[in-house]
């Protein structure tokens, strides 16, 4: 096993430990393929530095690193695609560290093909309903 092998191993590995700061993510594909559960490493912080003043600001900020492996770091657990190569929005949705399940749209998706784990922010995402409007009564 050459030195490639052993890091996309290692690093599938560390992704997908269920201890510490990871959670079960489920990805939905752009053409709307819900992909199996996968195990992500991520932050989701309300807290922020501005950058200008450093002082601390009230921003959320949500991101994460999975590996393109399954644990063993050898299959792909990204058969239709990854969010880091294929066009469009993908949709990430995870239950966070104090129990809330959100859905988030992926941004700024990097993916590192030497250890095959991308990086990503998430971006909040909604559903929005827009009402009917009431009809007028004569």
Same mark, same amino acid.
């Given at each position: 096993?050459? /030195? %490639?092998?052993?890091?996309? !191993?290692?690093?599938?590995?560390? /992704?997908?430990?269920?201890?510490? &700061?990871? *959670?079960?993510?489920?990805?939905t594909t752009p053409a709307g393929i819900v992909m199996d559960p996968v195990t992500w490493f991520f932050i989701d912080?309300? /807290?922020?530095?501005?950058?200008? $003043? #450093?002082?601390?600001?009230? *921003?959320?900020?949500v991101a994460g690193s999975v590996s393109l492996y399954a644990p063993d770091g050898e299959t792909n657990q990204f058969p239709d695609g990854n969010p880091a190569d294929t066009k469009g929005k993908w949709k990430? !949705? &995870? $239950?966070? #560290?104090?129990?809330?399940? !959100?859905? %988030?749209?992926?941004?700024?998706?990097? &993916?590192?093909?030497? $250890? #095959?784990?991308?990086?990503?922010? /998430?971006?909040? %995402? $909604?559903k929005r309903v827009i009402p009917a409007p009431v009809p007028e009564v004569e």
């Open positions: 096993m050459n /030195l %490639y092998e052993r890091a996309r !191993k290692d690093i599938a590995r560390i /992704l997908s430990n269920p201890n510490g &700061f990871t *959670a079960s993510v489920v990805f912080v309300n /807290l922020d530095i501005n950058p200008t $003043t #450093g002082m601390p600001i009230i *921003a959320r900020k990430a !949705k &995870f $239950t966070n #560290g104090i129990g809330q399940e !959100k859905e %988030y749209l992926v941004s700024n998706p990097i &993916f590192d093909r030497t $250890t #095959g784990m991308i990086t990503m922010t /998430l971006e909040s %995402y $909604t």
